[in-house]
């Protein structure tokens, strides 16, 4: 609950990678910035029952304090006096709670209903597998097809090619086939799963589509973990053998890209899409980056910094130790070189964090992640890549452009 609070206290839009250090306010022992459609039905309910409380705190314990001292030791009052209850008084403090909580139950089950079920057709909402591990997460994309194949099927060592073994051979060999041939256990008969983008390495970032409801569908590796996104008022434990599903949407605001012209961006600023130059475009991990004009092989990805790319240039001219100056040169060098090579615009980014909100092992604390809200075109690119036309579902690309422009 602690490391929760912690964590919701730095959670706020846009705090992990400010470059300003975040200046206590008193909002901040307040719930963390909301940005999803479904939290502030979530916030209300939370603020009416903690209203609710409060009274029922207060009143109670006045009572106390007054019958305290009422009822404090004085000589002449009779030693004892029997009573055998009040019904009326039994009666108003059973039903008054009674009615209380059934009216909050009532509300909450509407708000859970809204935030756990959604019947859109698939086509309609983006879907995402996010199995935990520790202390990491996995996330997993359909490819163009929409669809997400069969994970987390591993073999038991009752299996028949397993069954011959000694037990602890089995075990073994499982545990190697776990760690280097399939980590995600996924079924590579099944045709869904057939252009799925998953890497076997965990902890690349979540990215989702602002303004459009997102599916989450939720495992674990191994042990109990949970999937928690403060300012998306998310929540879900990721259960081992069991699939979870939640739904979100995000809202317009809270959309982490934002394209800035190159003269204005701050070099230590996070750079991740650039867009417009033959650069743009997902390289292999399947996120967007940007190489040097001087160097292509080099590569800005997800969360690398410009400024490591103006290092790499002064290290390639033998500056092991660079002063400020030296650096601000070769940035204002580097952006003169971009500029030249068409690239007139740059995205910076802001994440959200992803908490582990399970005591999951001793590396529990450090199992945080980065969830990355994009613009819905953006994340068409992402998720059908380069694939041809006529494989992307038209309906969905359809509903997509239907909705209100981002900002
Ligand atoms: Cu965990």
Request: proline share 7%; charged share 20%.
């Amino acid at each position: 609950m602690f490391v929760a609070a912690l964590a919701m206290l730095g959670g706020a839009a846009g705090s992990v990678f400010a470059a300003e250090p975040h200046k206590f306010q008193f909002s901040d022992w307040w719930l963390p910035a909301q940005f999803s459609q479904h939290g502030d039905a979530m916030d209300s309910l939370f603020i009416l029952i903690f209203a609710i409380t409060s009274i029922v705190l207060v009143l109670v314990q006045g009572a106390l304090v007054f019958f305290l001292i009422k009822y404090r030791h004085n000589p002449n009052r009779k030693k004892a006096h029997f009573i055998h209850g009040n019904p009326r008084l039994e009666v108003f403090w059973t039903v008054v709670p009674a009615v209380i909580l059934a009216a909050v139950s009532l509300l909450g089950i509407r708000v859970w209903g809204n935030y756990r079920y959604n019947d859109l057709p698939a086509g309609e909402r983006a879907q995402i597998l996010v199995v935990g591990e520790q202390f990491k997460w996995n996330v997993i994309y359909p490819g163009a097809d929409g669809k997400i194949g069969r994970y987390l099927r591993y073999p038991k060592p009752s299996d028949p090619n397993y069954r011959t073994l000694a037990f602890k051979d089995a075990v073994r060999k499982i545990n190697n086939y776990i760690n280097d041939d399939n980590p995600l256990g996924k079924d590579n008969t099944d045709p869904d799963g057939k252009d799925d983008d998953w890497v076997p390495t965990p902890s690349r970032p979540v990215i989702v589509p602002v303004n459009k409801p997102i599916e989450v569908l939720l495992g674990s590796k191994d042990v109990l973990h949970d999937f928690f996104l403060p300012n998306f008022r998310v929540k879900l434990d990721a259960l081992p053998g069991m699939l979870g599903h939640i739904y979100f949407q995000a809202k317009p605001e809270s959309q982490c890209t934002h394209e800035v012209p190159i003269e204005q961006v701050d070099l230590k600023q996070l750079l991740w899409v650039d867009r417009g130059t033959k650069n743009a475009g997902p390289d292999a991990d399947g996120v967007w980056g940007l190489a040097d004009p001087k160097d292509a092989n080099s590569r800005v990805a997800t969360l690398g910094f410009l400024e490591s790319m103006v290092k790499a240039r002064l290290a390639a001219r033998k500056i092991a130790a660079p002063t400020g100056e030296q650096i601000r040169l070769e940035g204002e060098v580097l952006r003169a070189d971009l500029k030249a090579a068409g690239v007139n615009t740059l995205w910076t980014m802001s994440p959200f964090e992803i908490v582990c909100e399970e005591l999951c092992g001793m590396g529990h604390g450090t199992m945080k992640g980065t969830l990355i809200v994009v613009s819905q075109e953006q994340y068409r690119n992402f998720i059908y890549k380069n694939a041809p036309p006529s494989t992307q579902p038209t309906r969905t690309l359809a509903a997509l452009d239907a909705t209100p422009a981002n900002r």
